[in-house]
């Protein structure tokens, strides 16, 4: 199946500073990636949807000035979660669908733990 | 807008027996996808089985099958002869038009020697 590789997989910062996840596909092109928040023992929260060449679209009640999405190309997508703060520390996952052969199918990364402290 | 609903916070089954996870969604929409999803300790995703919403068969994938019953908009996840590595937490999902995957609040399912 398709592979989507996300980085880094655990990433600790200080209060304040800026922290850049990446989401690669790594055998398929993804026109749209998406990016997800999941706290402990909950489900997954979809914070926006990162689309190639034009601005993300945030689901309502995510700040877009505090999780930064950049969608350069069709293989890659970053997360910068800007002036990290402790209640910002969580699991973040990515995710592209794509459709083959009719079929539509999710892939996600491996997630990255943020810890602020 | 789809909601997905999970009305099994936790589950537990003995080695070998069979279980059975619930899984309601809400739309409007005549063409979707449904997934289950399988998020072990790792906390990698991983895709358990998928149903077309266009066919009527339920999917089966080895061990696991789905009950589809789309009229009541009800899609169970039956396991069958459980594993210890079957332990995890379990999300039903749905993908519509929009291509947003929507996500149910989980199962956790604990599987006793």
């Known amino acids: 199946g398709a592979v989507v590789s996300q980085h880094p997989s655990r990433v600790i910062c200080k209060s304040g500073t800026s922290v850049k996840i990446e989401c690669r596909s790594l055998?398929?092109?993804?026109?749209?990636m998406f990016w997800y928040r999941q706290f402990p023992k909950q489900s997954l929260m979809l914070m926006a949807t990162?689309?190639?060449?034009?601005?993300?679209?945030?689901e309502q009640g995510v700040e877009k000035d505090k999780f930064l999405i950049n969608h350069a190309s069709l293989t890659l997508s970053t997360l910068t979660v800007t002036s990290a703060h402790p209640e910002d520390s969580s699991f973040y996952i990515c995710?592209?669908?794509?459709?083959?052969?009719?079929?539509?199918?999710?892939?996600f990364g491996q997630g990255t733990r943020l810890t602020v402290v | 807008a789809q909601t997905v609903t999970q009305s099994q916070p936790e589950m537990s089954v003995q080695e070998a027996e069979t279980v059975t996870l619930s899984c309601t969604y809400d739309t409007s929409e005549s063409d979707y996808y449904l997934f289950w999803y399988k998020q072990p300790p790792s906390r990698q995703m991983i895709l358990v089985i998928r149903q077309e919403a266009y066919k009527q068969q339920n999917a089966t994938e080895n061990r696991f099958s789905v009950n589809f019953q789309k009229a009541a908009k009800s899609f169970s996840l039956k396991i069958s002869d459980s594993q210890l590595g079957d332990a995890a937490m379990y999300f039903c999902?749905?993908?519509?038009?929009?291509?947003?995957?929507?996500f149910g609040t989980g199962t956790r399912l604990q599987v006793f020697p």
């Open positions: 995710s592209a669908s794509t459709t083959n052969r009719g079929r539509t199918e999710a892939f």
């Open positions: 990162s689309n190639e060449g034009s601005k993300a679209t945030y």
């Open positions: 055998d398929f092109q993804a026109t749209t």
């Open positions: 999902a749905y993908i519509g038009n929009t291509d947003k995957l929507i």
